[in-house]
């Protein structure tokens, strides 16, 4: 397909996924980080006293942490007071497509996206988005209609403060660990979703549709709270590698579901993994936890991750509610010299919670892919079940694959089953594909494909089709 | 069709076939039997171009090309088919998008465009008749849970479908029963016309009960030592290996 039939293609079949993007001019934050930053980020964007307040002190408490070394990762040295905490919108921004690095521009191209949307993505000027308007139009109406909140977290603060002030940080409080203390201090914004009673949301929500997506990047911070028996679904994230100019993300998500509520988080993450040799990508450092709050409630997150220079990301579930359900499906690639350390925390309380694990890691080139688990069943957790998958693939001898499962049974009745495989992609299998005339990238495409298909299953169609396209190109010439 | 001359090959560096020749003409059926430990199966996977097959000495020609210089997807994508002794599984790739990429994969090669559905969908079912075989199990992964019976099933199946020039067969009667038997042999006889030809290594005779060779050849510490017609494999059920053991020792 050529790049004018992929414009076209995007524009007519696929609905639309452009950003939202105005250039608000404002100034940055002098580099470092202080109290004076905080009351600045804040006073910036005209928060209330109360937010300030949480936010000093959730400055103080990382003020006294340290950063954790305990996952099996080597992570470079961060300096803390040489990053700028509130980057305005006003990016550096290219004057052509020319400019951008032709590496990338071929990715994108791989990736079948359309050149408007390339130039944004790689920090191009563009004065205008074509069809923002009217699209964006209709999509909100839609979600009024159906009562749906669906806003910038700036926005939730001033127009729902109480429900901001409620459930903020009562998922994941501001001292749980180093890089969620110092999002409580410092985030920049994120989006706010609020599901009313009874309601199942009309439409998948995604982050291409809010304004100003592109500057929430740093520290962003997502909320999520599904009232009684609603529905959510929520897509996170882009397929394209995205180039940014800051290294360090400290991202916080908290979802919070009712009784009977279901919310069902997806993720596809594709930041700049670095070069060949390791050399720049970014930092991810998140933190994703959800509660199921209500009985027969329910948390399902899917996440497919490619990019990054290092990955440290656990999104789990406490089941609190009494019949409540976690789940957790992942797909991890790491190539060249990508480290991930990846997986889920399944945190039992109520009695008949169930919660199911599938972890897929695909390592490659001289990468090293970790899957960290916590299964936790409470004392009063009776008759929890929990069942965990964990598979490796390994492309070549030079990367590593690492399983820590970690249980932690207070309740006799809980049945706990974990299965684990780890394996070199097979020789015969790669023959196998080879002698029914498949080229060696077309069979590790095919059996990658069927190693991550139970979680794929999981993704919302078309973000599973654009999923399997971005492992290909992630794995391009992989094999050795 | 298919040239072997005076071919020499290890495996993991040691020698396996120490000299073999062998001409297969369009259209002919030619059996390779032998003792166990001989290179019959080596013979297969060094014609499809299996890594850690090491060709030292001699050439192959398929239709007028060196094989030997081809990738053995190439030579897959040439018209060189293997049916496998143990056919591989692959985990959550369905048999329907495996054949699908299988021969997509060889219209790309060609600059031809991908398989019409329909068309796919009438070649399957025919195919899927010719082994007996329900189309449920094009929704299974490749060969995962699939019986012994199955599995070779599926690689007739396969061969049907890719529409090859050389089919060849590695010992794709072991551990059948008469039934299954009886439906792969059926399939590769479906299969004969004049412009294909088949290698058939086995071990038993029975399969050529069968399926009628051309030729029989005899293969004994990596050469072929006799060759003749079907009596030959006859003769061999009768006697046993003993007697070209001891003809060769």
Known sequence: ?480 | MLEIKNLHANVVSKPILKGLNLNIAPGEVHAIMGPNGTGKSTLASTLAGRNGYEVTKGDIVFEGEDLLDMEPDERARAGVFLAFQYPVEIPGVTTINFMKSAINARRKAEGEAAIKASEFMAEMKKNLELVEINQEFMKRSVNVGFSGGEKKRNEIFQMAMLNPKLCILDETDSGLDIDALRVVSEGVNAMRSKERSFLIITHYQRLLDYIQPDFVHVMYNGKIVKSGDKSLAKKLEDKGYDWIKEANA
């Open chain 1, 1 to 480: 397909m050529t790049r004018d039939e992929a414009i076209i293609k995007k524009h007519t079949e696929d609905g639309y996924k452009y950003g939202f993007t105005t250039d608000i001019d404002q100034e940055r934050a002098e580099i470092g980080l202080n109290e004076s930053t905080i009351r600045f980020i804040s006073d910036k964007k005209n928060e209330p006293e109360w937010l300030l307040d949480w936010r000093l002190k959730a400055y103080d408490i990382w003020k006294k942490m340290e950063n954790p070394d305990w996952a099996h990762l080597n992570i470079p040295v961060i300096d803390y007071q040489s990053i700028s905490y509130y980057a305005s919108s006003k990016k550096k921004k290219y004057k052509s497509i020319d400019e951008v690095d032709p590496e990338i521009l071929k990715t994108y191209e791989k990736l079948g996206i359309p050149l408007e949307e390339q130039k944004m993505l790689a920090g191009v000027a563009v004065d205008y988005v074509m069809d923002s308007d009217s699209v964006f139009t209709t999509f909100k109406e839609k979600l009024s209609e159906a009562g749906v909140i669906f806003c910038s977290i700036s926005e939730a603060v001033k127009e729902y403060p109480d429900l901001v002030k409620k459930y903020l940080g009562s998922v994941v409080p501001q001292r749980d660990n180093y890089f969620a203390a110092l999002n409580s201090a410092v985030f920049s914004d994120g989006s706010f979703i609020y599901i009313p009673k009874g309601v199942r949301c009309p439409m998948e929500l995604s982050t291409y549709f809010r304004i100003n997506a592109e500057n929430t990047g740093q520290f962003e911070r997502t909320l999520i709270i599904a009232d009684d028996k609603s529905y959510v679904s929520y897509l996170e994230g882009c397929t394209a590698p995205k180039r940014d100019e800051n290294q360090l993300h400290a991202a916080v998500v908290e979802l919070v579901a009712l009784e009977e509520a279901e919310i069902k988080y997806s993720t596809v993450q594709n930041w700049y993994p670095g070069d060949k040799d390791g050399k720049g990508g970014i930092y991810n450092f998140v933190t994703k936890r959800g509660i199921c709050e209500g009985n027969r409630s329910k948390i399902s997150w899917t996440q497919v991750e490619t990019g990054s220079a290092i990955t440290w990301k656990y999104p789990g579930c406490i089941l609190k509610g009494n019949n409540s359900i976690g789940e957790f499906y992942s797909v991890a690639v790491t190539n060249n010299k990508q480290q991930a350390d990846t997986g889920t925390k399944m945190l039992h309380l109520g009695s008949n919670t169930r919660s199911r694990i599938v972890s897929k890691g695909i390592s490659a080139g001289n990468s090293s892919n970790t899957y960290r688990g916590q299964v936790l069943i409470g004392p009063n957790a009776e008759n929890a079940y929990n069942f965990s998958q964990c598979d490796s693939m390994l492309m070549t001898d030079r990367c590593g694959a690492h399983t820590y499962p970690y249980l932690d049974i207070k309740n006799n009745s809980a049945q706990v089953e974990h299965e684990a495989t780890t394996s070199k992609i097979g020789e015969d299998m790669m023959f196998y594909c080879n002698q029914r005339g498949l080229s060696d990238e077309e069979a590790v495409n095919l059996i990658v494909n069927g190693f991550c298909k139970e979680v794929f299953n999981e993704l919302p169609m078309e973000f599973a089709v654009e999923a399997k396209k971005l492992l290909e190109v992630s794995l391009e010439g992989s094999v050795g």
